[in-house]
């Protein structure tokens, strides 16, 4: 099914240890966003990239770092992992702003 | 302070009930989202409006740009319908405002 894919879907990372989540779509949009959400919170922007090469910040970027490796791939790092990214991190792709945007399925990930 | 604020935070409503979810917020925006997230965490696209009113299926969304103010109508409801349902804005080129969700419940 097309669509917007996400790994791992769970993970448990010790405080200072790194990981990449995976992003991929295959509708070719040229959009894709990573957010995260908190409870009580909406969701916020972490980064988003615009197009292929290109990638910027959002509301909460700090702690994190993104590839934009080809137009299908967008991936989200944690260098040093901290309690406080403990959230569920969505993907979310888009072709432009006159349409809608379509999401993973979320990576929970726990920092203990 | 919270651009996109929804009414009400929780709501329980018997199967068949008309259902009104509501969204202000305080910024200009280009368009609306509504968004569906069911227990598990998925989230799906509803509806995307920037003017007037759409419909699909059971659901109806409507905004009413002047008073920076959006609804999303369930008719007949039904248990299936049960969910967080999340309203966002978009302010301006790659960003989305969201409201932390409205949660529904449909009790057969």
């Known amino acids: 099914n097309a669509g917007v894919t996400q790994t791992p879907k769970f993970q448990v990372l010790k405080t200072g240890q790194s990981m990449t989540l995976q992003c991929a779509q295959d509708m070719n949009h040229n959009s894709m966003y990573w957010y995260r959400q908190d409870p009580g919170m909406g969701l916020r922007l972490i980064y988003y990239?615009?197009?292929?090469?290109?990638?910027d910040k959002g509301e909460v970027p700090n702690g994190y770092n993104v590839s934009r490796l080809n137009k299908r791939e967008f991936s989200l790092r944690l260098e040093s992992a901290a309690p406080s990214q403990t959230s569920v991190y969505f993907c979310a792709s888009s072709e432009d702003r006159a349409y809608g945007y379509t999401f993973g399925s979320g990576t929970r990930l726990t920092v203990v | 302070k919270n651009e996109v604020e929804q009414s009400p935070q929780n709501l329980t409503a018997q199967e068949g009930e008309f259902i009104t979810i509501n969204c202000s917020y305080s910024v200009g925006i280009s368009a609306l989202h509504w968004l569906q997230q069911h227990p598990g965490g998925g989230i799906v696209s509803l509806f995307m409006?920037?003017?007037g009113k759409k419909k699909h299926g059971r659901l109806i969304a409507t905004i009413n740009i002047q008073e920076k103010h959006s609804s999303l109508h369930i008719t007949a409801s039904h248990p299936r319908d049960s969910a967080v349902y999340i309203c966002a804005v978009r302010p301006g080129a790659n960003n989305l405002f969201f409201g932390t969700g409205t949660r529904l419940t449909v009790i057969p």
């Open positions: 990239s615009a197009s292929e090469g290109t990638t």
């Open positions: 409006l920037s003017s």
